[in-house]
């Protein structure tokens, strides 16, 4: 399944050309934020500047995939076409490598069947391939750690050893550094193994204090560096204020406003090199608070929008048939999922709850901010198991035989 997905992904990223990105606003597109940091780095200049022009130190994005653009950038060019076409093979694997803990979920859960079909329909299906040869950026590494913690969280249920503890920190540490917004998931998944392990009396908590304690050392390095730089406590990103903000304003509507991002808009690129990114961050997150404080029940309208779009498809500016059909399958897909959680539900799977959590809280932060397409995909390796779950849950049943007296019985006029 792996080599075929792997396959599948290149022969598409070179004969697709998708690995040559325009040359506008020098590159841009190539890694937006993530590849202005990476050239930063590669340049000698630390990670800084996520924008066209210098303007300092930046916290804007998690450091490990921009570390990793910038090692491809100083071995192939910064924003080479050999560098491009390095970085989607990269992204390539990891998602082809997606395909591991899918079949395992599925078949450790649901049965070998459901393993099986869920694997390569990730392995084949145009959705799981579009992200990893498309965009130069964290989506397909952020889902390949997220689905192998799922399913170490499944086996740490029952296979309760300290290395299994180690390694889920270690999985979450890299969550961490390449998108904070997962770990939302985290305490939950964590308190779920805890008490399904403590029903078993399995429970070993000083395990589960050893975990927690690697998954600070791994990412306190990089908040000591924001501290130090910015002499403020950090969580690993400090843009969540710029986040905010383009999602509520005046004239919100549930997306987001690229118009009014530094990238975009020269006015607020003035603003953030000269207020300095933590303080700009700081005055835009107030921004928006006060809008949403001003405006309670637009804010609850919009809320309810997003979480509409997240589940249903983002609008395009032009509905054209290519949009109509891709709102009809996000549409469908979320549905699928729901009635698979359902069926999960009602046969006690053991790892039920496990799939409530994280479909209550991976997508929240998107509720009060802004959606987009990519937000959803770490989650979709977990949702595909649900629907492939439903399909096999909707089979029909083999007709029970009959039991063999009635098969083997005499009609009453041949005895006579």
């Known amino acids: 399944m792996f080599l075929v997905a792997l396959a599948l992904r290149l022969l598409v990223l070179t004969i697709g050309h998708s690995y040559r990105f325009p040359s506008i606003k020098d590159h841009f597109s190539f890694g937006w934020e993530t590849g202005r940091l990476a050239r930063s780095i590669a340049s000698g200049n630390g990670f800084s500047s996520p924008f066209d022009a210098p303007s ?11 570390y990793f653009l910038a090692g491809i950038f100083k071995l192939f060019g910064i924003y080479s076409t050999a560098s491009a076409w390095i970085a989607l093979a990269v992204n ?3 998602s082809a490598l997606t ?14 069947k459901v393993g099986k079909w869920s694997a390569w329909i990730w392995a084949l299906a145009p959705f799981s391939i579009y992200w990893a040869i498309r965009f130069a950026w964290e989506t397909s590494l952020a889902t390949m750690l997220f689905a192998f913690a799922f399913l170490l969280a499944v086996r740490m249920e029952e296979q309760n050893r300290l290395s299994r503890w180690l390694w889920f920190a270690f999985v979450w540490g ?10 939302t998931f985290l305490p939950f998944a964590g308190i779920w193994v805890l008490y399904r392990q403590q029903r078993k009396g399995t429970m070993k908590f000083r395990w589960a204090l050893y975990s927690g304690l690697l998954f600070c050392a791994m990412i306190a390095p990089w908040m000591v560096r ?12 400090g843009n969540f204020g710029v986040e905010l903000r383009m999602g509520n304003g005046p004239g919100a509507d549930g997306q987001l406003k690229p118009y009014i991002h530094p990238s975009q808009d020269p006015q607020q690129f003035e603003l953030y090199r000269s207020m300095g990114e933590v303080a700009y961050a700081r005055m835009r997150g107030q921004q928006a608070m006060e809008w949403i404080e001003q405006n309670p029940a637009r804010f609850a309208e919009i ?3 997003r979480f509409y779009y997240y589940w249903c498809g983002t609008p395009r500016a032009v509905p054209d048939a290519e949009a109509i059909g891709r709102y009809m399958l996000v549409t469908l897909s ?9 069926f999960a539900l009602r046969r006690h799977n053991r790892a039920a709850f496990l799939f409530v959590w994280m479909l209550l809280t991976v997508p929240t932060i998107y509720y009060f901010t802004y959606t987009h397409p990519r937000y959803r995909h770490p989650i979709e390796p977990e949702m595909l198991v649900l629907m492939v779950y439903l399909f096999t849950q909707l089979e029909p049943k083999p007709r029970k ?15 006579s």
């Open 56 to 66: 300092g130190p930046s916290a804007w994005v998690a450091p490990l995939y921009p």
């Open 92 to 94: 390539c694997f990891f």
């Open 174 to 183: 890299l969550i961490a550094l390449s998108n904070p917004s997962l770990l």
């Open 226 to 237: 924001d501290y130090l730089t910015f002499h403020k406590v950090i969580l690993i990103r």
């Open 303 to 305: 809320s309810l929008v």
């Open 401 to 415: 035989e009959k039991n063999l007296a009635s098969r083997l019985s005499v009609p009453e006029h041949k005895l």
């Open 334 to 342: 979320s549905l699928l999922t729901f009635l698979g959680l359902g």
């Open 99 to 112: 395909c591991i803990p899918i079949f395992f979920i599925g078949k450790e859960l649901f049965g070998q």
